[in-house]
């Protein structure tokens, strides 16, 4: 069955007669209230018993709160927190620039491309994102180089690799808010490192406030990567030739993960990624309603809804990036014992 904006307008007819795309501003800003106490509560503690073990353990919670302001900038990026612009874009600024260091316009102009062309070889920034691990089997075959030993072991990498996501993105994005002179950014992106490097160097000292920044930045890109690399790796690939609406492609190279609040809370509802795709400004709160129409609509039209419990959408993972590194060779014992099992 051919799908068209016929029946991209007929979901969305559903999903509007329900609500589901209301703006809920009261409930964000209930959420922005309660991260920045934590936020600050979690700094004052660190303060107060100015141990290096104390600002270890702590790191792991002002992490998980970090992540969290990144989730809710990741909203903000999408509209979905008020019809207001400038609210938007201050909370975005508040939560990407000013908490987790990462130019918050920057990012959302590589987020927009990405859901324009989600998985596509060429076009998605996310599967070419800069960096030395393949995500296609034709970027793996153009590898040379170090690059290339890289891609070969990627699947044995992966995982520690993620521990320096954040500082890869972090200066991934401000490079484009310098270039482009991008005040806004900037001044949030001042206030996130004169608090870290400046206030905490002044009331932990030097070397307690770079644990702190190492550790909580090491923590955020683990969970990153936990959020959002089982959302597209392992789904279809398009390539120019791809003939599918934007119904479609946002369908079929998207995978829901299912689970309890926990998971639903660790990746900001990320993990309802189809729901995510269709309707970028849906509140999060929603998308478990929206699963339910989106899901039946999808069995209505024939269109193909990937539905996984967590261990095996990470299994998909794996054994996807695994087949795409034997594109540049042979890896280490332990990656070419994973090849085998594929």
């Known amino acids: 069955m051919t799908i068209t904006s016929k029946d991209y307008l007929e979901l969305r007819e559903r999903i509007e007669h329900r609500g589901l795309l209301d ?15 934590s936020f600050v ?14 600002t270890a353990l702590l790191s792991i919670f002002l992490a998980v709160v970090c992540i969290q302001f990144s989730f809710l900038g990741h909203e903000a990026g999408h509209r979905t927190i008020s019809r207001n612009r400038l609210a938007n874009e201050i909370i975005g600024q508040i939560s990407f620039s000013m908490v987790t260091g990462a130019s918050f316009s920057s990012w959302n102009e590589s987020h927009n491309r990405h859901h324009a062309n989600p998985n596509h070889e060429d076009l998605d920034p996310d599967v070419n994102d800069g960096s030395p691990f393949s995500f296609t089997k034709k970027k793996a075959q153009l590898r040379t180089g170090i690059v290339k030993m890289i891609t070969r072991n990627q699947a044995f990498l992966l995982v520690p690799a993620l521990f320096m996501l954040v500082f890869i993105k972090r200066y991934i994005y401000a490079k484009p808010a310098f270039l482009n002179r991008n005040y806004l ?11 870290f490097f400046g206030a905490m ?7 307690q406030a770079i644990l702190l920044y190492s550790m909580v930045s090491m923590l955020m890109g683990f969970f990153f990567g936990f959020s959002f690399l089982p959302n597209h790796l392992g789904m279809p690939i398009l390539k120019d030739d791809t003939n599918f609406s934007y119904l479609e492609k946002q369908i079929i190279t998207s995978r829901d993960i299912r689970g309890n609040f926990l998971l639903n809370f660790m990746t900001g509802g990320l993990n309802y990624q189809i729901e995510h795709h269709i309707f970028p400004s849906m509140p999060r709160r929603n998308l478990r309603r929206a699963k339910e129409v989106i899901k039946e609509f999808c069995h209505e039209k024939g269109i193909p809804y990937k539905d996984d419990s967590f261990l095996t959408a990470w299994k998909e993972v794996f054994l996807y990036i695994s087949s795409v590194s034997k594109q540049a060779g042979s890896g280490f014992f332990v990656v070419r014992a994973i090849n085998d099992m594929i």
């Open 23 to 37: 703006h809920t501003p009261f409930y964000y800003f209930t959420v922005l209230f309660a991260y920045l106490a």
């Open 41 to 54: 509560v979690l700094l004052l503690l660190i303060i107060f018993f100015n141990r290096w073990y104390t």
């Open 201 to 207: 160097t002044h009331f932990i000292g030097f070397w």
């Open 185 to 195: 950014d900037l001044a949030f992106l001042a206030v996130h490192y004169a608090l």
